[in-house]
């Protein structure tokens, strides 16, 4: 159940001395089997050496040479709910002035390196996001770069403490170094589908750092609703959300989402998708979407973002300038899947611009020129862009540092993977993630096994990947039934994003994940069961 | 989307006269479309003519003629409940002295017109579900044999009350006659695979209520734990529950269920299923199990229980007299399914047991013999028993009254629905309706479809069947996912087993039942969404 990776053969020889577990330890499972780190470090190493952890006198605490201190309030922050998550509610501890005993763990001492902490920033996909932990008596220390390493190292010290038989918590002499596979590590929420109140995003940003995904790509508005309000376009919530005022996010609640997410070291990229998947927009825009033909006359409905008007643009170049001043990461995700060009046929006005342009009857060169205007806009804005795949495949001239999202099933993602790379483009992957999809059983164990990286292609192509995403279409949840259906099955994506490619071993990931399961649902996410079985602290909603 | 069952003739007459609405009603759909009954009635009319109720003004009484009447803690009970579904919490609303309008509907009196009202009775198989119910300014009116035709007859007028465009709860002049279609309409829940919290299982029997389930058919131990205790064999969750005191019903929770059942005319049939899937009895009665044989020695491991010593009968004789004095209903389901006959075969002392009693090598002889036995016992307690459909297949010989549940797939249920049936037996099924068998889509359809009578049978034989129950066995649900896996999916279970054979369209279905689902939702139930879109009320908890 315990991996030692990379450096397994030299540890081997050190355990020998110094009493350093690792690998499958015959013996001492028990001690261990308490420990349960999801996902997998790249560098771990334990003893069986335990020390206690009073809840009275353990503290996190900054190194004195460590840049950040007090006045780092995402660490602040960021202290607090990991002294909760170990130690349950604060108040409920008086400070002891009883002396600590050798056994006991007294301290973490956070020790950021960098010059610039980054207490205030934004993580972004540069973000350096390792650290290392070192626990040993009387105090434990984390080393970080910045902020973002820190995190991801409380997280994994957090995970290293286990009750014992008395309820006291232990943990066991530790040394980790550990750093993410792919820098791109996200999940995917539709809040068009169905509405997502507030509270079941923040719960699923918590359950996100639970299990270090760096991305929160809010698939904000679809077909269905458009529940963005906007402050240039109040018209497009009012008339096209379920409700404009229940059913909405406010500018508020946007900037509380995006909070939330940064003091957890997550992204949060919107997805504006157009041309199509914006019946949503059409109620409130007048003229934004084509009008659909029967015949010699209009039918009444609407297909995608009418692409031979320049009022177009203009909604765009006004629409996009807004939403990259509101959403700080530097990507914005522009859809650009799934266009429907049978109304774009029907119309006469279409097709007259399609022989002007010299387009023939190639409908995929009329969305390209769409495209290709949209791409230019937004780059005015000074942000990149994500695509889903659809763009690269219809040849649309994209800028260098556009990110492709790769999601069809056929032809083969992998083939996919290699395309995009090939042509020099980042890539990231959900082909195999699209978790709103379900079977009976246990179907977390092929959510984990495809690896991003498993196509034919050089090592640069490789390198090109710069992770996946964990997609969660909305057409069959919604707050009722979200959050477990999410958890832990988007864990297995985490692990596969973040630990060495070499962590495969299913039998040993079910251990685990059995463990984490239990503990998100000790943190109060309601993380549903791989199979038979109970944990020592169930959920207590309903 | 409305319909008229039966009499649709009858009323197309009369309808031109008195103005009333059924079938598919052109140009009041709006109105209409916020009556959303389910399960379907099996005789219902409804006028255009609304008329409104106020929280301030409008009260449940009893009928002069009732023969029930406040001392009846059981329709208080149900008044009150159904007053907060209709009006939200009862604090909010101060009584009116201002008269009421001619347009308002100022009372419901519930009318029980039997003897005995039976109060503080209990449901049974035999229980008259039937109500009359007719509104119509200023007194609607509910009549009743008793207070189970009551409860059932309260949830149908709940369920016509619509608010409208002002937040105004209104109801339309109406006339329903209404009784189930089969008698025995269950829900089984498993707490052995998982330990469910009493918060649950209560909170399931008030959904079981509102879609006029009948039966908690409670799986309460199995292989992988013993959550109940028994106060005769306090061993038995000590030993075999996942945790003695966390993990455990006590008397008085197993009280608590079978009282909070009741007051919804819900019947609590426990399943204690032997001789298979009973490896947590067997830590803590020694002796009970067969143990397996590796060769020539134990190999440490247990099968079912031991058919072949009269401990086993013993102690299963004082078990079930403490289980049928517990339980009040007429019914203990004893189970019966899949014994593995493999343990019982390498054990040398079952196998010289086999050829005294001249069984040759065929072990389900054994296993009749043992189930024969365990019936002679049971029939002693005076209940009457329901076993899976292997005890019936088997050879068994059993009580006339026993019902047989059929839950396999092959060979085909309905040609066992037709053996069982042919040879005089009470059957009820449950094949098409596991629903821990997950697909992804709308799967409500699947399960909506199914009719427990579609068999090749006499009359005589369909009248046997008593009607069935959704299973929801315990391997990937528990507390965090257990009620939005539930419903509205069981809710199509629902309507199979109460309507009217004739109610089998799936789109009006769809309508009615997505607007059931936003109603059980805003009743604090997690019940999932069927596809895109919103609920006016969306769910409040996580």
Redesign the interface.
């Known amino acids: 159940m315990y991996f030692l990776l990379k450096f397994a053969p030299l540890f081997l020889a050190v355990s020998v001395c110094h009493g350093w577990l690792f690998g499958d330890f015959v013996g001492k499972q028990k001690e261990l089997d308490e420990i349960s780190l999801w996902p997998l470090p790249q560098k771990f190493q334990s003893s069986a050496v335990a020390f206690k952890l009073s809840p009275a006198r353990f503290q996190i605490v900054y190194a004195k040479e460590s840049s950040a201190g007090p006045s780092c309030s995402l660490l602040e922050n960021a202290f607090r709910r990991y002294f909760e998550y170990m130690f349950g509610d604060l108040k409920k501890h008086e400070k002891s002035r009883k002396k600590a005993s050798d056994s006991d763990l007294v301290e973490l001492k956070v020790w950021i390196t960098a010059a610039d902490p980054e207490c205030d920033g934004y993580p972004s996909l540069q973000t350096d996001e390792s650290y290392e932990l070192t626990v040993d008596a009387p105090s434990a220390v984390l080393k970080a770069a910045n902020v973002w390493g820190a995190l991801r190292g409380l997280e994994t010290f957090s995970q290293l403490v286990y009750e014992d038989d008395y309820g006291v918590n232990n943990i066991n002499k530790t040394d980790i170094s550990d750093f993410p596979r792919f820098a791109h590590r996200g999940i995917l929420l539709d809040s068009s ?3 997502l ?1 507030l ?2 995003i923040l ?1 699923n940003l918590e359950a996100m750092a639970m299990n270090k995904f760096n991305v929160f790509h809010w698939h904000i508005v679809d077909d ?2 458009f529940p963005y309000i906007s402050r240039t376009f109040p018209e497009l919530s009012q008339k096209g959300a ?2 404009p005022f ?2 909405v996010y406010t500018p508020s609640d946007v900037k509380m989402v995006i909070e939330f997410a940064r003091m957890r070291g997550i992204r949060v990229i919107p997805e504006f998708d157009t041309p199509g998947h914006t019946q949503s927009w059409g109620n409130g825009i007048k003229d934004l979407l084509t009008p659909c033909y029967s015949g010699s006359t209009p039918s009444g409905t609407f297909g995608p973002v009418n692409p031979i008007l320049n009022s177009s643009y203009e909604f765009m170049a006004q629409f996009f300038k807004e939403i990259s001043t509101v959403f700080p990461d530097a990507y914005i995700h522009l859809g650009g899947d799934e266009v429907d060009f049978s109304c774009w046929k029907s119309n006469p006005d279409v097709r007259k611009f399609m022989e002007q342009q010299g387009f023939g009857t190639d409908y995929s060169k009329l969305e390209s020129f769409y495209i290709q205007r949209l791409l230019d806009i937004v780059a005015a804005t000074k942000k990149g862009y994500m695509v889903w795949q659809e763009v690269f495949d219809n040849g649309v001239k994209l800028k260098a540092d556009t990110k492709i999202h790769v999601w069809k099933e056929r032809p083969q993602y992998q083939d996919e993977m290699a395309q995009v790379t090939a042509a020099g483009f980042s890539a990231l992957l959900s082909t195999p993630w699209y978790l ?6 246990q179907d977390w164990e092929n959510i984990y096994k495809p690896d991003p990286q498993n196509f034919t292609g050089t090592d640069a192509q490789k390198k090109l990947v710069i992770g996946g995403e964990a997609c969660l279409w ?8 979200l ?3 999410l958890w832990p099955r988007a864990s297995a994506v985490a692990e596969r994003l973040w630990s060495d490619k070499s962590v495969t071993d299913v039998n040993k990931a079910y251990n685990r994940l059995t463990k984490h399961r239990c503990r998100m ?1 000790k943190r109060g996410i ?9 944990c ?1 602290h ?2 207590k ?2």
Chains 1, 2 share one sequence.
């Open positions: 589908r169905h509405f109140p509270k079941v719960a269905p609703s379920y409700h229940t059913h709103n999809r379900i079977n009976y059983g909305g057409e069959y949840v919604d707050a009722t039934n959050t477990p259906r649902v309601p993380a549903e069961p791989l199979f038979v079985g109970h020592r169930e959920y909603g309903l």
